[in-house]
């Protein structure tokens, strides 16, 4: 079973910008697309970006022009580059398959934007 592994998160304040990191244990990408999913307190999970298996790229609405995911073959690492950063980007953040996560999920990386 390959294992994801998130990295990356941390606080920082409204406009500010973090680069997030998703390891893979093994090479999956040219199977399966990507996305990053997030899960705020008291709400449900959702996928703010994917990537196919053949490069391209979609995101949510609340996110499109601030976040671009990107990913990279030899390393097995999924990124999200994420800029101007909002109160209401706060939540763990995760990565997983997409269109269907079928991989079991790592432990998220915190992401807390607040002056």
């Known amino acids: 079973q390959v294992q994801l592994v998130e990295s990356g998160g941390g606080l920082v304040q409204p406009g500010g910008s973090l680069r997030l990191s998703c390891a893979a244990s093994?090479?999956?990408?040219?199977?399966?697309?990507m996305g990053w999913y997030r899960q705020a307190p008291g709400k449900q999970r959702e996928l703010v970006a994917a990537?196919?298996?053949?490069?391209?790229?979609n995101y949510a609405d609340s996110v499109k022009g601030r976040f671009t995911i990107s990913r990279a073959y030899a390393k097995n690492t999924v990124y999200l580059q994420m800029n101007s950063l909002k109160p209401e980007d706060t939540a763990v953040y995760y990565c997983?398959?997409?269109?269907?996560?079928?991989?079991?999920w790592g432990q998220g990386t915190q992401v807390t934007v607040s002056s």
């Open positions: 997983n398959t997409e269109p269907s996560a079928v991989l079991k």
């Open positions: 093994g090479s999956i990408f040219s199977i399966y697309g």
């Open positions: 990537i196919t298996s053949g490069g391209s790229t």
